[in-house]
């Protein structure tokens, strides 16, 4: 509470909520926009975006600078995340107590190994070049960021 107020709070996760909300309604509508002439099975155990291009019969570059844009706003809040945790660190590595910053590292390692995970294996499913995807590839990076998490 000394550090950051109630409304902050509240104000960060209201940012948080809306910008999800908006790319979400983004993505989906883009998808129910795409003509798919390949038909509509996906070789996925769910809808991955780049999947669902690869069906479209239309010209999906505006719909790929689409997704490159959207991971790179994921990449900064990643970023600003990963700068979070620096000064988080810094703040408990001056604690005098050992209980403390043991605490404080047995909360915010974990968080960050999991996010870290979520976001490197999120973004390389989203920016890898065609010319390495395989479906068994494919398959695993999707695991490791949607199911591992």
Request: aromatic share 10%.
């Amino acid at each position: 509470g000394t550090l950051l107020s109630s409304r902050a709070c509240v104000q960060m996760a209201a940012a948080a909520w809306d910008s999800s909300f908006l790319n979400a309604l983004l993505h989906t509508a883009n998808t129910f926009s795409i003509p798919l002439c390949q038909g509509n099975a996906v070789g996925q155990f769910f809808c991955e975006i780049p999947h669902i291009l690869k069906l479209s019969c239309s010209h999906s570059h505006p719909r790929e600078v689409g997704v490159v844009i959207t991971t790179c706003l994921i990449f900064g809040c990643f970023a600003f995340i990963v700068l979070s945790y620096v000064q988080i660190f810094r703040a408990v590595l001056r604690s005098p107590s050992e209980q403390g910053r043991h605490k404080a590292f047995s909360m915010c390692l974990p968080h960050l190994a999991v996010v870290s995970l979520f976001v490197s294996t999120g973004m390389f499913a989203y920016l890898k070049l065609p010319s390495i995807s395989s479906p068994s590839l494919d398959l695993v990076v999707a695991v490791l960021y949607a199911v591992v998490p």
